[in-house]
């Protein structure tokens, strides 16, 4: 099983950045899909971005632009850069393995106007 760690998270003010990252456990990081999913309070989770094995990228329309998602096959880390944050970015933020249905426990990023 899998096992996943963000970190990252903290209070920001709006137009600033923060870079999240997810330590993930077990040799199927570099063959799995991952991905970011952020749970805004009041509201349902949403997916943020994604990444495919091969590196390609997926973003939130609400996100274009603004948020990167990377990964590092050799560190076993997938990252969430993010610039220009809004006050609407607030929430916990997760790093999951879809296919696998693994979840971390969240990390929270909260924006300041």
């Known amino acids: 099983q899998v096992q996943l760690v963000e970190s990252g998270g903290g209070l920001v003010q709006a137009g600033g950045s923060l870079s999240l990252s997810c330590a993930a456990s077990g040799k199927i990081f570099s063959i799995e899909d991952m991905a970011w999913y952020r749970q805004a309070p009041g509201k349902q989770r949403e997916l943020v971005a994604s990444?495919?094995?091969?590196?390609?990228?997926n973003y939130a329309d609400s996100v274009k632009g603004r948020f990167t998602i990377s990964k590092d096959n050799a560190k076993n880390t997938v990252y969430l850069q993010m610039n220009s944050l809004k006050p609407e970015d607030t929430a916990v933020y997760y790093c999951v393995v879809p296919f696998l249905a693994s979840w971390g426990r969240g990390t929270q990023v909260t924006v300041s106007s």
């Open positions: 990444i495919t094995s091969g590196g390609r990228p």
